[in-house]
């Protein structure tokens, strides 16, 4: 199977030379540029839309439970103990397993030196982080996931290899036909980050039963109602 896609790797690299070359220099190296330039457009768009998403704590919004027509207390609980299971043991694992697949595609075509598993690790690292600081403060999650991505592509752009053109796509090819040796490390990381969710989930479970968030979020009305009325007065 690994021979067949470095086969089809190198065919369509080789195309891909041919269609350069026929080319004008000129021509040529305006197409390259252009590539480079829609590989960064996708890049920051998907980071874009994607922290706004990923950086929130209930990241689920489906609430399922609205769907729970049991009158009965033992039922109803029953009923909403499937539905939490539904959206946050199979929905959620599946969203994670997304994010993760397409964060480290982008990352592994802007890449220059990285290896395979040190684009595995970061991505990981990242998508734990945001998740992590999302049961924190959203506002703080927001800020990881925006930045810490938009920076990897700030080092990547001032990397003068970068607009090496020469040997971009032999490398990103060569990347993407590694992945499948890499199958457990990936199932691994995604293990890691779904079980910290969870753990995470029935920690904030905990403090929403006892009422505590809801004392945070009372001072945090405290302080916002404080600062709009000083603004008032200036």
Do not use: C
């Amino acid at each position: 199977m690994e021979g067949v896609i470095n086969q089809t790797a190198s065919t369509v690299v080789g195309y891909y030379n041919n269609f350069i070359g026929f080319l004008p220099p000129y021509v040529g190296e305006f197409f390259n540029f252009l590539i480079l330039v829609l590989l960064v457009v996708v890049y920051a768009v998907f980071i874009w839309k994607f922290y706004k998403f990923v950086s929130k704590k209930n990241i689920i919004g489906l609430n399922l439970n609205q769907y729970n027509r049991y009158e009965h207390p033992l039922g109803a609980k029953l009923m909403a103990g499937a539905f939490y299971l539904i959206e946050y043991i199979i929905i959620l694992p599946f969203l994670i397993f997304f994010w993760f697949a397409v964060f480290t595609l982008l990352l592994i075509i802007l890449s220059q030196a990285q290896e395979i598993s040190q684009i595995l690790v970061v991505s990981a690292v990242i998508i734990a982080a945001i998740r992590m600081t999302a049961y924190y403060k959203e506002g703080l999650s927001q800020d990881i996931a925006k930045m810490l991505p938009l920076t990897l592509l700030a080092v990547t752009v001032l990397n003068p290899n970068f607009y090496n053109e020469s040997q971009y796509f032999e490398r990103v090819i060569s990347h993407l036909v590694q992945i499948p040796d890499f199958f457990m490390q990936i199932i691994s990381y995604l293990i890691f980050i779904v079980s910290l969710e969870m753990v995470l989930r029935f920690f904030d479970f905990i403090i929403s039963l006892f009422g505590l968030d809801e004392e945070e979020q009372i001072e945090e009305m405290k302080k916002k109602s404080k600062v709009i009325v000083d603004e008032d007065e200036k």
